[in-house]
């Protein structure tokens, strides 16, 4: 019949596929190379185990070694998260917030910069020099007060920077891009230290930052001279500077700066964004850069909100 002509032909054609693809599979058996049993540069699946365990376990050993040497310290997106949560629980988000950042010029801490930015509107205005100081000044921060959405509010998030080497795990260095060594971090702070304690050392024959180069016009080393001043400031020499002490000696060296410039140095003081920002957020800490690839962390140090009198609201750094 019809159906059972039609029937023996799909049969055959059926048969004729299944022969065409135990040929291929012979042919590439055939001519596939039989001593290489793995394509050259792809790992074993036990050796990528192997390595996700090992980078795991570094990774690991990475961040119990930061967290003794930085108590507090909060992996960069959690810091993120965290703040994000709190500012959004009270109003503020990327509508209706700007975001300025007082952080070192040092490129290892644009990466965190734009992470802090992603919640707050994409974008933010930066005030901070060498070592993280608000070099911007009084017109950088009129300059930023005018940027404030229109009955919105202003975050500002501050802090010195220091490297954290997965090398020996040890503070002042840190592994940069193209870089074989772990290099300085951070720098300004670095050889304001070496000068400050040198001075301070009479048993150094090495002279200070200042006097091993000829004079320069003040406007040449402006920066690094108010780092120097203001760090040695916060210096005791009893007590001596060194490259896990220094963050925290920096920290207070540039709070003074930022609330002059702010005015919220003083509870009976009033800040100078009343009228522009209906809230200002004042967050500073220290902030810990890492190796390329390992994720920067954030020690919180100061988390404060101010009413839009101008006046110290709320201290939020308990809920951190």
Same mark, same amino acid.
């Given at each position: 019949?019809?159906?059972?002509?039609?029937?023996?032909?799909?049969?055959?054609?059926?048969?004729?596929?299944? /022969?065409?693809?135990l040929l291929?599979?012979?042919?590439?058996?055939?001519?596939?190379?039989?001593?290489?049993?793995?394509?050259?540069?792809?790992?074993? !699946?036990?050796?990528?185990t192997?390595? $996700?365990?090992?980078s795991?376990?570094? &990774? &690991?050993?990475?961040?119990?070694?930061?967290?003794?040497?930085?108590?507090?310290?909060? %992996?960069?997106?959690?810091?993120?998260?965290?703040?994000?949560?709190?500012?959004?629980?009270r109003? !503020?988000?990327?509508?209706?917030?700007?975001?300025?950042?007082?952080?070192?010029?040092?490129e290892?801490?644009?990466?965190?910069?734009? /992470? *802090?930015?992603?919640?707050?509107?994409?974008?933010?205005?930066?005030?901070?020099?060498?070592?993280?100081?608000?070099?911007?000044?009084? =017109?950088?921060?009129?300059?930023? #007060?005018?940027?404030?959405?229109?009955?919105?509010? #202003?975050?500002?998030?501050?802090?010195?920077?220091?490297?954290?080497?997965? #090398?020996?795990?040890? $503070?002042?260095? =840190?592994?940069?891009?193209?870089? $074989?060594? @772990?290099?300085?971090?951070?720098?300004?702070?670095? $050889?304001?230290?070496?000068?400050?304690?040198?001075?301070?050392?009479?048993?150094?024959?090495?002279?200070?930052?200042f006097?091993?180069? %000829?004079?320069? @016009?003040?406007?040449?080393?402006?920066?690094?001279?108010?780092?120097?001043?203001?760090?040695?400031?916060?210096?005791?020499?009893?007590?001596?500077?060194?490259? +896990?002490? *220094? %963050?925290?000696?920096?920290?207070?060296?540039?709070?003074? +700066? =930022?609330d002059?410039?702010?005015?919220?140095?003083?509870?009976?003081?009033?800040?100078? *964004?009343?009228?522009?920002?209906?809230?200002? =957020?004042?967050?500073?800490?220290?902030?810990?850069?890492?190796? %390329?690839?390992?994720?920067d962390?954030?020690? @919180?140090?100061?988390?404060?909100?101010?009413?839009?009198?101008?006046? /110290?609201?709320?201290? !939020? !750094?308990?809920?951190?």
């Amino acid at each position: 019949s019809k159906w059972k002509c039609s029937s023996e032909i799909k049969k055959i054609t059926t048969m004729r596929i299944l /022969l065409l693809l135990l040929l291929g599979v012979t042919c590439y058996a055939a001519t596939r190379p039989q001593n290489v049993k793995n394509p050259a540069g792809m790992p074993k !699946l036990h050796d990528m185990t192997t390595s $996700a365990g090992e980078s795991s376990a570094a &990774n &690991n050993e990475h961040h119990q070694n930061l967290i003794e040497k930085f108590p507090g310290a909060m %992996p960069a997106s959690a810091f993120r998260s965290r703040v994000e949560t709190m500012l959004k629980a009270r109003g !503020l988000d990327g509508g209706n917030t700007l975001l300025s950042t007082s952080f070192c010029c040092d490129e290892v801490n644009r990466s965190f910069e734009r /992470l *802090l930015s992603d919640s707050l509107g994409g974008h933010s205005f930066n005030l901070g020099g060498l070592s993280g100081f608000p070099f911007a000044g009084s =017109v950088g921060i009129g300059a930023m #007060a005018s940027h404030i959405p229109t009955g919105g509010h #202003a975050v500002v998030i501050y802090g010195p920077h220091v490297g954290f080497s997965t #090398a020996d795990y040890a $503070a002042g260095a =840190v592994e940069r891009s193209g870089i $074989a060594a @772990p290099n300085g971090c951070c720098g300004s702070a670095i $050889a304001a230290m070496n000068s400050i304690t040198a001075e301070h050392d009479e048993k150094s024959q090495q002279p200070g930052w200042f006097k091993r180069n %000829p004079p320069l @016009p003040p406007i040449i080393d402006m920066q690094q001279n108010h780092v120097q001043e203001q760090i040695k400031g916060q210096f005791d020499p009893e007590v001596g500077l060194s490259h +896990d002490s *220094l %963050p925290s000696v920096a920290f207070s060296a540039i709070t003074p +700066d =930022v609330d002059y410039l702010l005015g919220t140095g003083s509870e009976d003081e009033t800040h100078k *964004l009343e009228g522009k920002a209906s809230t200002l =957020v004042v967050i500073g800490g220290i902030l810990v850069n890492t190796a %390329p690839g390992m994720e920067d962390y954030f020690v @919180p140090m100061r988390f404060e909100l101010f009413d839009e009198g101008g006046k /110290l609201k709320t201290n !939020l !750094l308990g809920e951190m």
